[in-house]
Each structure stands twice: as C-alpha cells, then as structure tokens.
C-alpha cells in the first residue's frame, strides 16, 4: 500500500499564508480560521475512516490526515464545512452548493482540488483532484470542478460519535 498524498491542515495553512504576495491566497473557496473557532450551532461532524485510490484500491492514510476532523457549521450565506487539525488553525469552505446527492463544498488551488459531498444523514465523501481541469462560475456564484477523470482518492468521512 502506498502512502496517500492528501493535503493535511497543515499544508492547508502554509499554502494560504503566501508572505510577500501582496497578501493573495493561493487557496480558493474558504478561508483560514483561529484554531479555537467555536463549533456552537453545528449540525454535523464527522472524522476520515478511510480512502481509496483511483482504482478503488485502499491505501494508507498518514496519523496528521487521519486526526482531521469535518464539521459542518451556519454560515452568513449558508452552511459551511470546516476542516480541523487538533491544535491549528482551521480552514472553513464556504463555496458550496445543493445536488441531489446532498451538499458540496469545493476549494482549490495549485493544481489541487478537494470537494467534498455531505449528504442529509450518513457518510460523506472527501474527493481529491489533482489538476481538476478547472473550474467553473454558475450563477449562484458558486465554484465546480470541472473533473476530466477520477479523483486521485476518495475518502469517506462518517459521522462522530
């Protein structure tokens, strides 16, 4: 089994403090926020139980991604997902929009996209694209992935106890 790539909190928060950039995030779709960010009013949490590859074959999953948790929480425009690694800072993605298959949140940035499906009760899914083949603006300001193949792994992400 190989070790999966996937971006940690950490690479999160480095990615978006780009010192000497006039201040522009690198990362789209959300913005980082202060590790003790209070989790009043969540409707969902749920942490990583596993993932899988693009074949569907499983593979490794490092301590830091595993000890992320996912809560879903009230925003000023609607519900937004906040991704946390225990003791770091946070990063919260408000670009989200309904589908049948239940809410998604998407953010993106240097040839990497996440998006992640939550739908109204069980399991929900974290997908990894690697160059997502952009992305576009619907009406609602929203911003998809334009996915030209699977994602490079899938995770599915259960709820807490």
Do not use: K
């Amino acid at each position: 089994m190989r070790l999966v790539h996937l971006l940690s909190h950490s690479a999160l928060a480095c990615l978006t403090l780009v010192a000497g950039c006039g201040g522009v995030s690198m990362i789209h779709g959300g913005r980082t926020v202060d590790s003790d960010l209070s989790l009043t009013g969540q409707t969902a949490s749920y942490t990583l139980a596993g993932c899988v590859d693009e074949n569907g074959a499983a593979i490794e999953v490092s301590a830091t991604v595993a000890a992320v948790t996912y809560h879903i929480l009230p925003g000023e425009t609607g519900p937004e997902l906040l991704q946390r690694n225990p003791g770091e800072d946070g990063f919260v993605i408000s670009n989200s929009w309904e589908e049948a298959d239940g809410r998604h949140y998407f953010w993106w940035g240097l040839g990497v996209g996440m998006e992640y499906v939550v739908p109204t009760a069980g399991n929900a899914q974290r997908r990894e694209y690697v160059r997502p083949g952009g992305r576009t603006e619907e009406s609602d300001g929203t911003r998809r992935p334009v996915v030209t193949g699977p994602p490079a792994a899938t995770c599915t992400l259960v709820p807490a106890a």
